[in-house]
Every structure is written in structure tokens, then in C-alpha cells.
């Protein structure tokens, strides 16, 4: 009987241990970044900045425009280009982190291929108190699309920081545009946005 | 000791163990957190007084308020160091911002402002604080150097923070009372 019971315990242990070992979170999960969720069209907060998307637009094609050239930029996915506003709250900074969250759980960084355009997220300095309007853009598989989730953080490496969470929800446009042209302008925002 | 003794004891041991080996690793990171940490001290200084700090005699100059958009001004801070132990000055790296009422904190921007360079371009033209400002620096002839901001329109009680790692621990505060 006491055998058996000893055995028992053992195979309780056991159980139990193996449990714990499955249901650790490992380094990166519990060092994640901390989900400040919203949707678009909100202004978003975290302790030292503010994000909000105001715009989405699809297309198949994006043209920039600098200096009197025009540049294509082609794709054999589809362009996600965001228009929205950043404020920083307690220090300069830059917002050094965008990702496109897929409903798959696949993640898209910004593009690399605009940074001459203005007001681009990555490029953009931040003072405390002095919104600036930006503009991101991701190249996409179409699908990924839907129900997707816009990430935006300071930094990419910096543990247990804050990071928007921004649900495109029901705001993804109707329609995809053949051609979208980004421009410089002098007005208020860096950057006009023509669909064609 | 009898069984219950021991049961109670070792109870007792792994209260006691448990959270010392929980310090004993985390301590070092303990250590760097800022809220133990408690930041450097701070040396704090109004408006024109000169100050020992990093190797030298600081004082600031000037802090003006110059125009830029509606919302936004830019501030130009003239500041001057008279080294007195230039191998501490060549040591460290400065790094200037400017605080305001809220605790804001702005760092200097990095291409002069064409509003600076209009209205004050002999100021345009003085180095920002860093080690090469004191290359060709004398013991005790001024170096006067030069740093820009852009704050909010309604940013008050502006202060200049000077720091600079590796010469010394402590952060120079100039409280700028003037306006």
C-alpha cells in the first residue's frame, strides 16, 4: 500500500511538473511588449506618446512624387498606406516601430522603400506636446488585410514597454485603387495622398 | 528534533530562502532601476551664476524665445565653459535638454533653425556642447557654445540640463528665471 502510494505521489509530481514545464511562458512572452488597445479613427494612448490612424487606403500601385519626379513603386501584393497624427508626452523621441499584425498571426514590418517621403513614421522627431501628422505604408499579401491589427511602439527591443494595438476593424476601404500618389505639399500636413 | 520540528523549520527556511534568492539574482537589476536609483544629483543654478561642473566654470548666457509656427517656438540657449581641467572635459560626452513646467524633456535639435540663422547667425555659428568644442580649448578662456530646441507655444519655466558622463555624475541644472 505504501508502495503504491509513493507511486501515486511520483506519477502526481510528474504530471505536475510536466504541466508547468508546458505552461512557462518563455522569455519572450513574459518580456512582450504591453497591448494599449484602439481602433482606427481613435486617438490612442500610452504613458509617453499618443498615436491615432485617421486614413486607410489600398492599392495596387504607389507613385511618390519629389521634386518634380515621380517614382513607381510596384507590388505583387497590395499597398496598406495609413495617414494619421503622432504626439510624444514627455520627451523627443521617434517612433521607431511599426508592424502590420495579420489576422494569422503573421507580422509585417514598414516598408523600407519610402524613406525620402515626408512625414514617414520612421523619420519623423517627436517634441513633447507638438503633434505631428504621419504616414506609414506596408506591402501586403491582399488577404492579410482583413482584420488585422496595426502595432505601432517606440522601439522593437524594449521589454515590457507599450505598444498600440490598433484594430482596422470595419474602417478597411471598399475598394482597392489601381494607383495611390503621395506628393510633397507646404500645407500643414507634409504630404498630399491622390487615388487614381 | 522530531519530525515536526524539522517540517516546520524547513517551512520557515524557504520562506526566509525563497525571496533572498529572488534579490540575490535580480540585484543587479534592482540596482539599475530607476526608481531605486534615484537619477544623479542634481547641482542647481539661476540664471547667469557660474558653476563648477565637469572640468570647468559653466554659466549660462542667454535663452531666447524665437518664433516658428503657431504652436511651436524655438528656444536658443547660449552657454559658456571656462575649462579648468581640460583631460576631464576631453573625457566626457555632454548631453544638453531642456525641461519645462510639465517635466518635458526636449533635446536639442539637430540642424540650426533658419530662424537662428537669420536673427542671430553669429550664434548660429558657435559649437554645440560636445567634446570637440574643447579640442582647441585654453585653460580658463570661455568656450561658448550654442544648442536650439523647439518646444510648445505655451512651454514654461524653461530649465537647461547639462550632463556629461565619464567628467561627472552630477547634472548641471540652469533654472532660467528671465523671460
Redesign the interface.
Same mark, same amino acid.
Given at each position: 500500500m505504501s508502495a503504491f502510494r509513493t507511486l501515486l505521489l511520483c506519477g502526481l509530481a510528474i504530471a505536475a511538473l510536466y504541466g508547468m514545464r508546458n505552461s512557462t511562458p518563455g522569455y519572450g512572452d513574459i518580456t512582450a511588449p504591453i497591448a494599449i488597445r484602439g481602433a482606427v479613427g481613435e486617438r490612442v494612448e500610452t504613458r509617453d506618446f499618443a498615436f491615432g490612424a485617421a486614413n486607410v487606403h489600398l492599392a495596387r500601385q504607389l507613385k511618390v512624387e519629389s521634386f518634380g519626379r515621380v517614382k513607381d513603386f510596384s507590388t505583387s501584393g497590395i499597398w496598406l498606406v495609413i495617414e494619421g497624427a503622432a504626439v510624444s508626452k514627455t520627451e523627443t523621441m521617434t517612433l521607431m516601430s511599426a508592424e502590420w499584425l495579420a489576422s494569422n498571426g503573421v507580422r509585417y514590418a514598414l516598408s523600407q522603400r519610402f524613406s525620402t517621403v515626408p512625414g514617414y513614421l520612421p523619420t519623423e522627431r517627436l517634441e513633447p506636446g507638438l503633434p505631428r501628422p504621419v504616414l506609414l505604408a506596408f506591402e501586403l499579401p491582399e488577404a492579410a488585410v482583413d482584420q488585422g491589427t496595426l502595432l505601432v511602439a517606440r522601439s522593437r527591443v524594449s521589454p515590457l514597454a507599450e505598444e498600440l494595438s490598433i484594430a482596422l476593424g470595419d474602417k478597411k476601404p471598399a475598394e482597392i485603387k489601381p494607383s495611390v500618389t503621395i506628393a510633397r505639399s507646404g500645407s500643414r500636413a507634409p504630404w498630399t495622398l491622390a487615388a487614381h | 528534533m522530531s519530525e515536526k520540528r524539522t517540517f516546520w523549520t524547513c517551512l520557515l527556511a524557504l520562506i526566509v530562502a525563497l525571496p533572498l534568492a529572488f534579490v540575490a539574482r535580480a540585484w543587479e537589476s534592482l540596482g539599475e532601476s530607476q526608481w531605486l536609483a534615484g537619477g544623479s544629483p542634481e547641482v542647481v543654478v539661476a540664471d547667469e551664476a557660474a558653476q563648477a561642473f565637469a572640468g570647468g566654470q559653466w554659466k549660462l548666457m542667454d535663452m531666447r524665445r524665437l518664433p516658428r509656427t503657431d %504652436?511651436?517656438r524655438v528656444i536658443l540657449t547660449e552657454f559658456e565653459a571656462s575649462p579648468t581641467d581640460l583631460a576631464a572635459l576631453s573625457k566626457g560626452a555632454c548631453r544638453v535638454r531642456l525641461i %519645462?513646467d510639465k517635466?518635458?524633456?526636449?533635446?536639442p535639435v539637430t540642424l540650426t533653425e533658419p530662424i537662428v540663422r537669420e536673427m542671430y547667425p553669429e550664434v548660429a555659428e558657435r559649437p554645440r556642447c560636445s567634446v570637440l568644442a574643447f579640442t582647441d580649448a585654453k585653460a580658463g578662456s570661455p568656450v561658448r557654445m550654442a544648442e536650439s530646441f523647439?518646444?510648445?507655444a505655451?512651454?514654461r519655466d524653461l530649465s537647461l540640463r547639462i550632463e556629461f558622463p565619464g567628467a561627472s555624475d552630477e547634472t548641471l541644472v540652469f533654472k532660467w528665471t528671465r523671460s
Amino acid at each position: 500500500m505504501s508502495a503504491f502510494r509513493t507511486l501515486l505521489l511520483c506519477g502526481l509530481a510528474i504530471a505536475a511538473l510536466y504541466g508547468m514545464r508546458n505552461s512557462t511562458p518563455g522569455y519572450g512572452d513574459i518580456t512582450a511588449p504591453i497591448a494599449i488597445r484602439g481602433a482606427v479613427g481613435e486617438r490612442v494612448e500610452t504613458r509617453d506618446f499618443a498615436f491615432g490612424a485617421a486614413n486607410v487606403h489600398l492599392a495596387r500601385q504607389l507613385k511618390v512624387e519629389s521634386f518634380g519626379r515621380v517614382k513607381d513603386f510596384s507590388t505583387s501584393g497590395i499597398w496598406l498606406v495609413i495617414e494619421g497624427a503622432a504626439v510624444s508626452k514627455t520627451e523627443t523621441m521617434t517612433l521607431m516601430s511599426a508592424e502590420w499584425l495579420a489576422s494569422n498571426g503573421v507580422r509585417y514590418a514598414l516598408s523600407q522603400r519610402f524613406s525620402t517621403v515626408p512625414g514617414y513614421l520612421p523619420t519623423e522627431r517627436l517634441e513633447p506636446g507638438l503633434p505631428r501628422p504621419v504616414l506609414l505604408a506596408f506591402e501586403l499579401p491582399e488577404a492579410a488585410v482583413d482584420q488585422g491589427t496595426l502595432l505601432v511602439a517606440r522601439s522593437r527591443v524594449s521589454p515590457l514597454a507599450e505598444e498600440l494595438s490598433i484594430a482596422l476593424g470595419d474602417k478597411k476601404p471598399a475598394e482597392i485603387k489601381p494607383s495611390v500618389t503621395i506628393a510633397r505639399s507646404g500645407s500643414r500636413a507634409p504630404w498630399t495622398l491622390a487615388a487614381h | 528534533m522530531s519530525e515536526k520540528r524539522t517540517f516546520w523549520t524547513c517551512l520557515l527556511a524557504l520562506i526566509v530562502a525563497l525571496p533572498l534568492a529572488f534579490v540575490a539574482r535580480a540585484w543587479e537589476s534592482l540596482g539599475e532601476s530607476q526608481w531605486l536609483a534615484g537619477g544623479s544629483p542634481e547641482v542647481v543654478v539661476a540664471d547667469e551664476a557660474a558653476q563648477a561642473f565637469a572640468g570647468g566654470q559653466w554659466k549660462l548666457m542667454d535663452m531666447r524665445r524665437l518664433p516658428r509656427t503657431d %504652436d511651436a517656438r524655438v528656444i536658443l540657449t547660449e552657454f559658456e565653459a571656462s575649462p579648468t581641467d581640460l583631460a576631464a572635459l576631453s573625457k566626457g560626452a555632454c548631453r544638453v535638454r531642456l525641461i %519645462d513646467d510639465k517635466g518635458r524633456r526636449f533635446e536639442p535639435v539637430t540642424l540650426t533653425e533658419p530662424i537662428v540663422r537669420e536673427m542671430y547667425p553669429e550664434v548660429a555659428e558657435r559649437p554645440r556642447c560636445s567634446v570637440l568644442a574643447f579640442t582647441d580649448a585654453k585653460a580658463g578662456s570661455p568656450v561658448r557654445m550654442a544648442e536650439s530646441f523647439i518646444v510648445p507655444a505655451e512651454a514654461r519655466d524653461l530649465s537647461l540640463r547639462i550632463e556629461f558622463p565619464g567628467a561627472s555624475d552630477e547634472t548641471l541644472v540652469f533654472k532660467w528665471t528671465r523671460s
